[in-house]
């Protein structure tokens, strides 16, 4: 007969091998605990490694080297015309003062007219609201059209619009003169807000399109079954469900509208200039000392509506981008 | 009776493609007809030129006795429901049931009688006020159900309602259903390519495959006559057992090939004239006898068990006679392992023969 213990022991040494502890002297059987060896659990994770170290770092960097610009013509608008010629522009300003800022909206002078910016802003405003409704109806019933109501033709509709939007602004400047003039237009704010519509009709009806041809067809054939029409379809289903594509659609009209230049200058006249068209004249003229503070003020002024704009619908921008992009 | 709907020679055409072609079908007053077929058919096709969602190419349809072809969808006197439920996401369910009611123009409490009547058939009364995004797959669907009932049509289509809801779903949908057809005796035309649904709901199921009928029959009747291959094919899981062979044999008619040769006595021919030449047999895993039943059928084969897949009720076998592969039901309570060898037994008036060139049945 073996000997109980010694068996006992044997079995204890086996164990205890197995556990990959062969400089434990316990002799007491492991329980259940110690016997999870190894990697177990959640995955320890390091806040400071080296990558988070290399995307937070390289984030920050570029941040810093977009916001800087802001930031100098921020504290340039705070300072006195002395304090600039100092020539510090990365300093705070010591004496803040808010006169650039009041002389750039109502003071300054832009060739006879000298009540600032202001003229330009409300110029804008009046170009702005009517040709962001206007070209986002238009073009949202015709992206309907095109995506739910297969007629004749459609997709030849469609190249031509897609086509339109790669021949070069500058190929139509004089035709659009002309016709502009033809209808009596020319140099009126109705004319500019035309070309603003026309303009913005291709890149919006393809928007609108993908958008409404992302929506399930069953949707639209219940709304027949249940007696919509065309109209009834596009206001009572259609539209209430594309909340996010219309802010899409605005906020691409707004900063398009917002930041044109050139259509504002070529078809409207100096009494009806756009904000921006304005804004070059006070920086760029040439006569007298240039008032840096107050360029800078007047710069910062102009790009307030677009800024706002995006921080208001941010959210809904970025969603309403992917939600088109699902299918085309 | 006049049919409640009657459809004529129609053709659906997708430029050179031809969907549908010279269709004819007539459906009874209050019937139940299942369209049934794999995905391409024309099944769902078939369904939309009925509701009037595509503009057909040739041919009438009739609904109620009225020439509907060129009407639209809402004047046809019918009430549809979409396998995606295409309920309107943002009304809630009563806006849902009475968005069609308000667009024919019907006096408010007319409206409101008739979405809690719906309400109360559906048992959807506490979902009324709710968003289609707050109610689970079944509420959904209940509700795109009531807003084709609110309608009062004569005519109900269904497309596939039930292909997106989870088996167990699908099962109590499926009774409730039938239920409200038995209830409201509407004519109903119902698109499935789920052959159980078939079975269990319709009066009649017209088997649809590129664009054509194959049969038009009782759920009994297709499954006890497939007219074709296909249809034999087509109904049953698992399906149908094939051996290819020849009819032949003079005075007692055989159907035989290398490894059978079995009698056809009591085989119930279409044409009794000319059954002669290459075939089909088909036999059900069903009707395939086991155990004791099968030492007393007319023919008998010794087969080895390949494969099981035990389901509680039945288990099936795949298993392996002389050279011929095929399936067989055994008893749910039976455990056969693979490599059991087990007696096999088959009756002539329950296999199906079918012409090896046309496959249509003889």
Known sequence: MGNPIKNASVVNLDTRRMTAFPTSTTTQPLNAQEEMVGPQGRKPGKILSRRNIFIYGTLTLVALYYL??????????????????????????????????????????????????????????KILIPSVILSISIASVNGYALANWRFKGAETFFTILIVGAFIPYQVMIYPIVIMLREVGLYGSLTGLVLVHSVFGMPILTLLF???????????FKAARVDGAGFWAIYFRIMVPM??????????????????????????????????????????????????????MAATILTGLVPLTIYFISGKLFVRGIAAGAVKG | MEPSISINQLSLNFGALNVLRDLNLEVGQGEFLVLLGSSGCGKSTLLNCIAGLLDISGGQIFIGGRNVTWEEPSKRGIGMVFQSYALYPQMTVAGNLSFGLKNAGLPKDEIKARVDRTAKVLQIEPLLDRKPAALSGGQRQRAAIGRALVRDADVFLFDEPLSNLDAKLRADLRVEIKQLH????????????????????????AIMRGGNILQLASPHEIYNRPANKYVAKFIGSPSMNFFDGQVGGGDSLHFSNNDLSLPLTGYDFVDP??????????????????????????????????????????????????????????????????????????????????????EERL
């Open chain 2, 182 to 205: 038995q209830k409201l005796k509407n004519t109903m035309i119902y698109v499935t390519h789920d052959q159980i649904e078939a079975m269990t709901l319709a009066d009649r199921i």
């Open chain 1, 68 to 125: 800087l610009p802001l930031y100098v013509m921020v504290v340039t608008s705070l300072k006195g015309m002395p304090e600039i010629r100092l020539g510090n522009i990365f300093s705070p300003p010591l004496e803040v003062t808010f006169q650039p800022w009041v002389k750039a909206w109502s003071e300054a002078c832009t060739g006879l007219n000298c009540d600032g910016l202001s003229r330009g802003f409300w110029n804008s405003v």
């Open chain 1, 209 to 219: 399109r993908n958008y409404f041809s992302s929506v399930p067809q069953e949707l």
């Open chain 2, 273 to 358: 004239a000319a059954p002669y030449g290459n075939a089909y047999l088909g036999v059900r895993p069903e009707h395939v006898m086991t155990g004791p039943e099968a030492s007393q059928a007319p023919v008998q084969i010794e087969a080895e068990i390949e494969l099981v897949e035990p389901l509680g009720s039945d288990t099936f076998a795949r298993v392996l006679a002389r050279e011929m592969v095929l399936w067989v039901r055994l008893d749910g309570q039976a455990t056969p392992h693979p490599g059991d060898q087990i007696l096999l037994g088959i009756d002539p008036s329950r296999v199906h023969l079918f012409d090896k060139t046309t």
């Open chain 1, 242 to 295: 594309s909340l996010p594509i219309f802010v899409v659609a605005m906020i691409l009209q707004v900063t398009g509208i917002w930041n044109d230049f050139l259509f504002g200058v070529i078809y409207t006249k100096p009494d009806l200039y756009p904000m921006t068209v304005q804004l070059n004249n006070i920086v760029n003229s040439t006569q007298g000392v240039k008032e840096y503070n107050v360029n």
